[in-house]
T-cell receptor, first 113, second 112 residues
Framework: QQQVKQSPQSLIVQKGGISIINCAYENTAFDYFPWYQQFPGKGPALLIAIRPDVSEKKEGRFTISFNKSAKQFSLHIMDSQPGDSATYFCAASGGTGGFKTIFGAGTRLFVKA | NAGVTQTPKFQVLKTGQSMTLQCAQDMNHNSMYWYRQDPGMGLRLIYYSASEGTTDKGEVPNGYNVSRLNKREFSLRLESAAPSQTSVYFC???????????FGPGTRLTVT
């Protein structure tokens, strides 16, 4: 009930391409779905987040698409750049879990120059 | 404004030794968290403190204890380290009624 499943584990994209990472959750009580970006040797940092009352949120080159009925959400990185190479984690919070956050296993993105 | 700080950055322990990981935040956040990060498993919550004076278990609390020393500081203690506790440990904090978490730089712990 508390799992967040993330795919793919790793992703290689050409510079300028679109990177897509998918996540699925089980607990319908979750009400906050963030994506965190982590560079090697650093802690994760919030990239973008969405609540289930909207189907899409865009910030610059980063877009979250949210499908409440399918219990899925995805991160799209448009015009991917080598500087986007990092590990990305989806997560879910809220509902009966309160402020506890459940993270996906992570996706290692490499953008080839 | 340093955000979330953690000490030490690296630590090597022998099996059975004890140690305390320190975490402090200067953002006046109410909630603080300890996670461990292992390859292919994302971040797993060990313990959290919703507010000063309270602590609760997360997904993987066995072998750990925590202390919320004051609003700024939240420590994680390994009483008798085991090789299975080799991991990278992250502390995080969040404001009251806000889900966004701010993470520290991590402590890389190796238990031999």
């Amino acid at each position: 009930q508390q799992q967040v499943k993330q795919s793919p584990q790793s992703l290689i994209v050409q510079k300028g391409g679109i990177s897509i990472i998918n996540c699925a959750y089980e607990n319908t009580a979750f009400d906050y779905f963030p994506w965190y970006q982590q560079f090697p040797g650093k802690g994760p940092a919030l990239l973008i987040a969405i609540r289930p009352d909207v189907s899409e949120k865009k910030e610059g080159r980063f877009t979250i698409s949210f499908n409440k009925s399918a219990k899925q959400f995805s991160l799209h990185i448009m015009d991917s750049q080598p500087g986007d190479s990092a590990t990305y984690f989806c997560a879910a919070s809220g509902g009966t879990g309160g402020f506890k956050t459940i993270f996906g296993a992570g996706t290692r993105l490499f953008v080839k120059a | 404004n340093a955000g979330v700080t953690q000490t030490p950055k690296f630590q090597v322990l022998k099996t059975g030794q004890s140690m305390t990981l320190q975490c402090a935040q200067d953002m006046n956040h109410n909630s603080m968290y300890w996670y461990r990060q292992d390859p292919g498993m994302g971040l797993r919550l060990i313990y959290y403190s919703a507010s000063e004076g309270t602590t609760d278990k997360g997904e993987v609390p066995n072998g750990y204890n925590v202390s919320r020393l004051n609003k700024r500081e939240f420590s994680l203690r390994l009483e008798s380290a085991a090789p299975s506790q080799t991991s990278v440990y992250f502390c995080a904090s969040s404001a009251n009624r806000v889900y966004e978490q701010y993470f520290g730089p991590g402590t890389r712990l190796t238990v031999t």
